[in-house]
C-alpha cells in the first residue's frame, strides 16, 4: 500500500515539476514504537509526523485516520524542501555541521541513533556548538512558515491531485491558527502567479519545459 502511494505521487511530481525525493528515507511507526521515538527525541507524543532534516528522514505514525496526508506532508513536503529548495538545503548543510562537530566533542564517529545526547561544557569546541546551536534554532525559527507551510501545501497538491481533498480538509481543521496561515499564504500566492512561480519564489532549482508551467 505505501509502496503504492509512493509510486503514484512520485509520478505526479515528476510529471508535474520534474523532480521527486532522491536522498529522503522515511520510517513508520505504530503507536508503542512512536511514543518510543518520540521520548528519546523529546518529541511531543501528540505529533503523528517528524521530518530529521539532518538525515533527511521521515518519520510517520501508522496509526492514524490522516497516516496519507501525514506521511505526504512528511516524506514529500519536508523532504522535497529540504532536497530542493535553498532554504532547505541551508538548513541540512547546517543540521551536518552541527552534527560533525558534536561527533568531535564526543570522539565518535557515529552518534547513537534516537538517543538523547549530553555535551559537557568542559568540552572543547563548546562555545563553538552553543554558537551553531542558537544559529540554527534562529534559522529554523525565522523559515519555520514556510518550511512548514510548503509541507502543508505539499498534502494539499497531492490530495487535489487524487481526488482525496476532504481528508485533507478534515485534518486542516484541527491545525493551529499559525499554520492555517501559513498555507493560505502560499495558496494564495499560487492562486495568483501558479504553482512553478511558488516553487521559484520558494528556492526550488526546478528545470522544467515550458509545456510544463501553469
Known amino acids: ?7 503514484k505521487n512520485e509520478k505526479i511530481l515528476e510529471e508535474k515539476f ?3 525525493p532522491k536522498l529522503t528515507s522515511y520510517k513508520t511507526y505504530n503507536k508503542d514504537g512512536w511514543q518510543k521515538f518520540c521520548n528519546s527525541r523529546n518529541s511531543i507524543n501528540k505529533a503523528e509526523g517528524i521530518f530529521l532534516p539532518r538525515t533527511l528522514s521521515a518519520n510517520v505514525l501508522k496509526d492514524s485516520e490522516y497516516f496519507e496526508t501525514n506521511f505526504n506532508h512528511e516524506y514529500f513536503g519536508h523532504g522535497f524542501f529540504c532536497e530542493y529548495s535553498l532554504i532547505g538545503r541551508e538548513l541540512v548543510q547546517k543540521e551536518k555541521e552541527l ?3 558534536e561527533k568531535k566533542m564526543l570522539n565518535l564517529d557515529k552518534l547513537p541513533e534516537n538517543t538523547k545526547i549530553t555535551i559537557d561544557n568542559t568540552t572543547p569546541y563548546f562555545d563553538n556548538y552553543v554558537s551553531k546551536r542558537k544559529k540554527l534554532t534562529n534559522f529554523v525559527d525565522n523559515n519555520l512558515y514556510l518550511y512548514e507551510g510548503f509541507a502543508i501545501w505539499m ?8 481526488g482525496s481533498i476532504e481528508i485533507f480538509n478534515k485534518k486542516f481543521d484541527t491545525l ?7 498555507f493560505d499564504n502560499l495558496k494564495a500566492f499560487e492562486a495568483s502567479y501558479g504553482e512553478y512561480d511558488l516553487l521559484t519564489c520558494l528556492g526550488f532549482e526546478i528545470n522544467l519545459n515550458s509545456s510544463n508551467k501553469n
Open 155 to 162: 498534502e494539499y497538491f497531492l490530495a487535489k491531485q487524487k
Open 99 to 101: 552534527e560533525s562537530l
Open 176 to 182: 493551529d491558527i499559525y499554520l492555517k496561515k501559513s
Open 18 to 20: 520534474n523532480i521527486k
Open 1 to 7: 500500500m505505501l509502496d503504492r502511494l509512493i509510486s
